[in-house]
């Protein structure tokens, strides 16, 4: 597989350099691609893989559905994981006693529970969601990357539309690191 993207740095005798690029993939195969760089709206885009070629109004829908859909989903694992998180990490409570009676200085104690350990299930639950999460945000920006109009559409309103399915639960949560209460 030929990957041509060659940059062509050529200076003419004034003094001025020229920086032209191409953006054309040969893959050996007598078939060229050239890459699109700018927005467009076409039925005709490939996403992702050479086998998800879409050249039709139905595929294009039901494409635009399926990104729709991971959008989503990246939206709600996102959450997931930060609500397993909260119920894993330790747990911070603060009592506040009074040394002695009608003293001013208080003895603040804090406790910890259920600390996750380096070791434990629900560290390497957390760890095979996170690679799950970052693999799935490569692939959303990698379609978006493709520039089709209704892919990238696609893609910001699941994006949307799982924060506001899942965003709720985020903002309610308190901040154990967050230490002005």
């Known amino acids: 597989m030929n990957h041509t993207g060659h940059m062509d740095h050529t200076m003419d005798h004034t003094g001025h350099m020229d ?3 191409d953006h054309t993939m040969d893959h050996g195969d007598s078939h060229t691609m050239m890459m699109q760089m700018t927005f467009y709206l076409s039925t005709h885009v490939t996403i992702l893989f ?4 879409v050249s039709s109004v139905g595929g294009l829908v039901g494409s635009c559905i399926a990104v729709f859909f991971l959008a989503i989903l990246y939206e709600g694992l996102k959450v ?14 603060y009592k506040t006693m009074q040394i002695a009676k009608g003293s001013e200085t208080v003895l603040t104690e804090t406790h910890g529970s ?3 350990r380096w070791l434990s299930g629900a560290h390497f639950l957390q760890t095979f969601l996170h690679i799950v999460q970052v693999t799935i945000s ?3 920006m990698l379609i978006f990357m493709t520039y089709n109009g209704w892919l990238c559409i696609s893609v910001a309103l699941g994006a949307g539309f799982g924060y506001f399915l899942f ?3 985020k903002a309610i949560v308190v901040d ?3 230490h002005c209460h």
């Open 50 to 53: 050479e086998e998800w070629e």
């Open 176 to 178: 154990i690191n967050e």
């Open 114 to 116: 259920g600390e996750t």
């Open 138 to 140: 490569y692939f959303l």
């Open 167 to 169: 965003g709720w639960k």
């Open 19 to 21: 920086h032209t690029m």
């Open 80 to 93: 997931m994981r930060e609500t397993l998180l909260r119920r894993s990490v330790v747990n911070v409570r």
